[in-house]
């Protein structure tokens, strides 16, 4: 069974800046692409960026290019999402998530098996 624990979330004023990891733990990320979501109140989960099990391809939403960057350490089994340049809707709570398949390139919020717990991000203007 696929753990994920998302963490690194927090309060900064606009412009900040806020690194999350997400430590997995049960399975190793080396063959997997990962995804990060975020969900703000009352609204969908959407998609944020996601980076290929090499770390070689990334992609990102249109409203976080030029801002955001994921990258991740297959060693430490851990991804991460460096958020700069931050605004006041960029609060939302933020979700790691795994693909159900190794070597995906599919998007898709159904592509990805196992999520982690949230992290809260909060920009305040």
């Known amino acids: 069974q696929v753990q994920l624990v998302d963490s690194g979330g927090g309060s900064v004023q606009a412009g900040g800046s806020l690194r999350l990891s997400c430590a997995a733990s049960g399975r190793t990320i080396t063959t997997y692409t990962m995804g990060w979501f975020r969900q703000a109140p009352g609204k969908e989960r959407e998609f944020v960026a996601a980076?290929?099990?090499?770390?070689?391809?990334?992609y990102y939403a249109e409203s976080v290019k030029g801002r955001f960057t994921a990258s991740r350490d297959n060693a430490k089994n851990t991804a991460y999402l460096q958020m700069s340049s931050l605004k006041p809707e960029d609060t939302a709570v933020y979700y790691c998530a795994i693909q159900q398949l190794q070597y995906g390139r599919a998007l898709p919020i159904n592509a990805y098996g196992y999520w982690g717990q949230g992290t809260q991000v909060t920009v305040s203007s």
């Open positions: 980076i290929t099990w090499t770390g070689r391809d990334t």
